[in-house]
C-alpha cells in the first residue's frame, strides 16, 4: 500500500480523495433523499386516496338519507316517500362519481370487489323499496348493511392509502377526524334520523326496546362526537390554517349536533305521544348531517390541500437540494481542481527546479511563489538554486586556478627535472674524473714516498762518501744513476702535477657550472691546484738539481780532488732534496687526502643529486595527476551553467 501510494500521481491522490469524500457523502445524501423521496411517495399516495374516500363519504351520506326517506315511506309518511327518488338519484350519481374516482385512483382489487358488491347491493335494494316490498325494519337493516359495508371499505382504503399514519400532527388528526370519526357519527345520527322518522311516523307511544335503541345511538353519537371535535381541535391548534377555515363551523356543528339531539331527547326518549311531524325530524337531523358532511368535506379539502402542500414543498425541498448538492459539488470539484492545480503546478515547478539542478542548470530565473509550504518549498529550492550557483563559480574558480598553477607546477617540475638529469650526469662524469684523479694522485703519493725514501738513502751515501773516498767514481756512478732515475721520477712528479692542475682546473669548471651547490668542491679543487702548481714547481727545481747534480757528477771524475767539498754540496743538496722530497710527500698525502675527500663530497653529491632526480620525477608525476585531475574538476564543474558567457580554462601540456 505504501509503495502505491508512493507511485501515485498527486492528481490522483487528489481524485482518489475526492471520490472518497463523495462516497461519505453519498451515505448520509442518499439517506436524506430517500428519506425524502419516500415522504413525497407516501405524501402522493395519500392524496391519491383522498378524492375516492370523498367520493365513498358522499355515496354513505345519499344511502344514509335514502334510508331514512325509505323508512319514512315505508312508515306510511307520503311526504318522505315523496322526496326518495331524488335521494335515489343522488345516491346513483355518487356511486358513478365515486367509481370514477376509485378508477382514476387505481384501488386495491379487494376494494375495487368490496364496491362492485356494495354496487350490486344498492341495485338490489333500491327497486325492493321502490316496490315497497320490504318492511322498513328489513329497509333499515339493509341500508345499515349497505352503509356499514361502504364505510368498511373506507376504513380499508383509509389503510391501503396509509392516511393514517400521516406523519402531520394536524392532518393526522385531521384525517382522524374527518376519515375515522366522522363517518361514524354521521353513520349513527343517520340511523337515529331513519329510526325517530320511522316511530314518528307510525305515531303512538314509544315503544320499550326502541326507546333502549335510541338511547344506545345517543350515547353512541355523544361519543363519536366527542371524539371527532377533540380531533378537530387538535388540528385547528396545530395548524393556523385549519383554525381559520375549520374552527368556526366545528363550534357551530357541536352546538347543532347538540340541539338536534336535544330534539330527540324531546320528541321521542322523553315524549309520552310521539306527536312531532317525521319530517320536522328528518328535516333537523338532515340539516345536521349535512353540516357535519360540509365540514367533512372542508376538512377532507384541507387535508388534501395539506397533502399537495407538502407534496410541492417536498419537490422543492428536493429540487432545492439538488440545485444545493450540485452546486456544492460543481464547487467543490472547482475549489479541488483549484486546490490541486494550486499543488500540482508547484510540485511541478519545484521537479522541474530540481531536475534543472540536476542536469546542470543553474541559470534559470526566479519563480513566483506564495507563502504556504509548496511555497516555501520552491522557496528553499530557489534559495538551494542561488546557493549553489554561488560554491559552484567559486569551485569553478578554484578549479581553473588548481588548473593553472597544477600546469604550472607540471611545467616547472618537467624543466627541474630536465635540468636535474643533466645535473646528475654532470656530477656522475665528475664522480669519474675524482676517481681517475684520486687513483692519479694516490699514485703520485706512492711515487713521492718512493723519492723521499731514495732521498733518505742519497743523503746515507753522501754521509758515507766522506769515509769511503776511494769509491767515489764508483759511488758517483751510482749517484749518476740514481740521478736519472730520480729525473724519470722528477719528470713523472712533474706529468702527476700537471695532469694534476689540468683536473683541479677542470674541477674548478665543473664545481662552477654545479653552482651553490659546487662551492665547497670548488674551494677544494683550487687547494688541489695550488698544490699541484708547488708540486710542479718542487719538481722543476728537482729536476735542476739532480740535473746539477749529474753535471757535477760527471764533473767529480774530473774533480776527483774536490770530491770532498763537492760530497759536502752534494750532501747539503740531497739533504735539501730529502726536505724538499718530504715536502712533497707530505703535499701528496694531503692532496690524496683531500681528492679523496672531494671524491667522496663529490658522490654524496651525485647520491643528492639522483635522489633529487628521483623525488623530481615523482613530482612530476604528481603534478601531472594534480593536472589531470584538475582537467576533470573543471570539465565536472563545466557541466553547470550559471547563466553567464561560459569559459573554459586552457591547461598547459
Known sequence: MTSLSQRLPLLYKFLIL????????????????????????????????????????????????????SNGMLGGDETLAARRPAARDAVNKAFAEATARLDAAQVPAAQRDAWQRAQQAWQQLEPAVAARSLPAAQSTAQHTALITSLLQTGEQLLHSYELQLDPDFATNALIQASLVHAPQLGEKLGVMRAQGAGFLGRGGELPLEAKGLLQSLRQRVVELQGDTLRNLARATEASPAFAATLGAPARTLDAQITATLALADKALLQADTLTLPAQEYFDTYTRTIDALYALNAQAMQGVDEALQA????????????????????????????????????????????????????????????????????????????????????????????????SA??????????????????????????????????????????????????????????????????????????????????????????????????????????????????????????????????????????????????????????????????????????????????????????????????????????????????EMAAAAASLRSQAQELVEGVAVFKLGERPHAVALAN
Open 18 to 69: 475526492g471520490l472518497a469524500g463523495i462516497l461519505m457523502s453519498a451515505v448520509p445524501t442518499w439517506l436524506f433523499v430517500s428519506g425524502a423521496l419516500d415522504d413525497l411517495a407516501h405524501a402522493r399516495h395519500e392524496a391519491r386516496g383522498a378524492p375516492p374516500l370523498l367520493a365513498l363519504h358522499k355515496v354513505v351520506q345519499g344511502l344514509q338519507v335514502h334510508r331514512g326517506l
Open 310 to 405: 407538502r407534496i410541492d414543498r417536498l419537490r422543492a425541498t428536493l429540487a432545492w437540494q439538488a440545485l444545493a448538492l450540485l452546486g456544492t459539488l460543481a464547487g467543490a470539484t472547482v475549489l479541488m481542481l483549484v486546490f490541486v492545480r494550486s499543488i500540482t503546478q508547484p510540485v511541478a515547478q519545484a521537479v522541474e527546479l530540481a531536475r534543472a539542478v540536476a542536469r546542470g542548470d543553474l541559470s534559470g530565473s526566479d519563480i513566483a511563489h506564495g507563502s504556504n509550504e509548496m511555497g516555501r518549498l520552491i522557496a528553499a529550492l530557489l534559495q538551494m538554486r542561488r546557493q549553489l550557483t554561488e560554491v559552484v563559480g567559486r569551485v569553478r574558480q578554484g578549479a581553473e586556478g588548481v588548473a593553472t598553477a
Open 408 to 617: 604550472q607546477i607540471a611545467q616547472g617540475n618537467t624543466d627541474l627535472a630536465a635540468r636535474t638529469e643533466s645535473q646528475a650526469s654532470a656530477l656522475e662524469e665528475t664522480a669519474a674524473s675524482m676517481e681517475q684523479m684520486t687513483a692519479t694522485v694516490r699514485q703520485n703519493a706512492d711515487s713521492a714516498a718512493r723519492a723521499s725514501e731514495l732521498a733518505t738513502s742519497a743523503s746515507g751515501v753522501a754521509a758515507q762518501g766522506g769515509e769511503v773516498v776511494a769509491q767515489v767514481v764508483q759511488t758517483m756512478h751510482g749517484i749518476h744513476s740514481s740521478s736519472g732515475k730520480i729525473a724519470d721520477i722528477i719528470g713523472v712528479i712533474d706529468s702527476i702535477a700537471f695532469q694534476t692542475n689540468i683536473l683541479a682546473l677542470n674541477a674548478a669548471v665543473e664545481a662552477a657550472r654545479a653552482g651553490e651547490q659546487g662551492r665547497g668542491f670548488a674551494v677544494v679543487a683550487s687547494e688541489v691546484r695550488s698544490l699541484a702548481q708547488r708540486s710542479a714547481g718542487a719538481a722543476r727545481e728537482i729536476k735542476e738539481l739532480i740535473s746539477a747534480s749529474v753535471h757535477d757528477v760527471e764533473r767529480g771524475n774530473a774533480l776527483v780532488e774536490r770530491a770532498g767539498k763537492t760530497m759536502e754540496d752534494v750532501v747539503t743538496a740531497v739533504r735539501r732534496v730529502n726536505d724538499i722530497m718530504g715536502e712533497i710527500s707530505n703535499a701528496s698525502r694531503e692532496q690524496s687526502l683531500g681528492v679523496a675527500q672531494v671524491g667522496e663530497a663529490v658522490s654524496q653529491m651525485d647520491q643528492t643529486t639522483q635522489q633529487n632526480a628521483a623525488l623530481v620525477e
